[in-house]
């Protein structure tokens, strides 16, 4: 999906990419909305999904009985089922309740289809052949 605005401070990196994508080479027709600087009352919506989808995380660990010593190897894992798990919520633009997903790509992802719980055990069949 093309992205069509951007809302963003005035920061250095924020105006080197406003430009780069308003060059010749890029021309991605990108709208920009400049925010004011250090204000939590713009922002706060993406912090409170951050601190949410991080505890989903935790919680997907903890509730799989990941021990504390792997957690810090299986964090990325969980964090990221955390956020595909988040955009299958269901809310209501213009009327219409569907998936985040939904909204944005028109149809539900196709791991959708095939959720399992979170740390589930499995079983890895593996066939060894004789080579001679």
Known sequence: M???IVRMDEAGENIKLKKRTDSVDWKLNIDYEINARNTPQQNHLAGIAFTIIG???R??????NVPEEIRYKLYREA???????????VIAIDG??????EHWCGKLPRFAKHLR???EAGTVKTIITNVS
């Open 55 to 57: 505890n989903r995380g």
């Open 117 to 119: 719980t979170w740390g």
């Open 2 to 4: 093309p992205v069509k």
């Open 79 to 89: 964090f990221t089922t955390a956020e595909h798990l988040d955009g299958l919520k």
């Open 96 to 101: 219409e309740d569907k998936t985040r997903y």
């Open 59 to 64: 919680t997907l660990m903890h509730h799989a």
